[in-house]
Antibody, heavy 118, light 110 residues
Framework: VQLVESGGNLVQPGGSLRLSCAASGFTFNDHYMDWVRQAPGRGLEWVGRATNKVNSDTTGYAASVKGRFTISRDDSKNSVSLQMNSLKTEDTAVYYC??????????WGQGTLVTVSS | QSALTQPASVSGSPGQSIAISCTGTSSDIGAYNYVSWYQQHPGKVPKLVIYEVSHRPSGISNRFSGSKSGNTASLTISGLQAEDEADYYCSSYRSVTTHVFGTGTKVTVL
């Protein structure tokens, strides 16, 4: 199992950024895929989820990002994306892609750093 | 969507046992047996050590155990070793579209 995030960068407040997570080594459409972030020196924060076809690809978001972030998945490419708009300085964090198996995260990517600063 | 509450730090001497608590509500920890625990060493990716309250993934030492009572879950590390020094996070599946992490606990081996 491998999860590889990409797209992290320095962006100004109010800007947008799109993160991607490429998955391999497992049957991608069997799993929900989540994004989790960790601000510098802080704890883990759940960001959002992309369910799968069994649940009509329903998505869910943390209150802190709802309305600004959008998660989408492409089962044909074994990938999940996180579109981040109206970015705030408090969105600065390492963003991890994580596989949900049952009700826990059994595999994590290495993370990609997003810095929101002027 | 408040975070689950954990003590900021717990410490113990080598060979001792320590317990980390994780307090939620009747909507998450109290409602389901869906608590998981993650170990994170500095600069590393989180690692699953307990799932569904008390189950250990393959390869995780049996020194790690989990339990739950009401709205509070606990992770116990027995026979504490230097390599156990890390941050630990609890987590609870709340619904098909929501999840929550704990505030995190720094474990120090004295």
């Amino acid at each position: 199992v491998q999860l590889v995030e990409s797209g992290g960068n320095l962006v100004q407040p109010g800007g947008s950024l799109r993160l991607s997570c490429a998955a391999s080594g497992f049957t991608f459409n069997d799993h929900y895929m989540d994004w989790v972030r960790q601000a510098p020196g802080r704890g883990l924060e759940w960001v959002g989820r992309a369910t799968n076809k069994v649940n009509s690809d329903t998505t869910g978001y943390a209150a802190s990002v709802k309305g600004r972030f959008t998660i989408s998945r492409d089962d044909s490419k074994n990938s999940v994306s996180l579109q981040m708009n109206s970015l705030k300085t408090e969105d600065t964090a390492v963003y991890y892609c994580a596989r949900l198996t049952g009700t826990s995260f059994d595999y994590w990517g290495q993370g990609t750093l997003v810095t929101v600063s002027s | 969507q408040s975070a689950l509450t954990q003590p900021a730090s717990v410490s113990g001497s080598p060979g001792q046992s320590i317990a980390i608590s994780c307090t939620g509500t009747s909507s998450d920890i109290g409602a389901y047996n869906y608590v998981s625990w993650y170990q994170q060493h500095p600069g590393k990716v989180p690692k699953l050590v307990i799932y569904e309250v008390s189950h250990r993934p393959s390869g995780i030492s049996n020194r790690f155990s989990g339990s739950k009572s009401g709205n509070t879950a606990s992770l116990t590390i027995s026979g504490l070793q230097a390599e156990d020094e890390a941050d630990y996070y609890c987590s609870s599946y709340r619904s098909v579209t929501t999840h929550v992490f704990g505030t995190g606990t720094k474990v120090t081996v004295l």
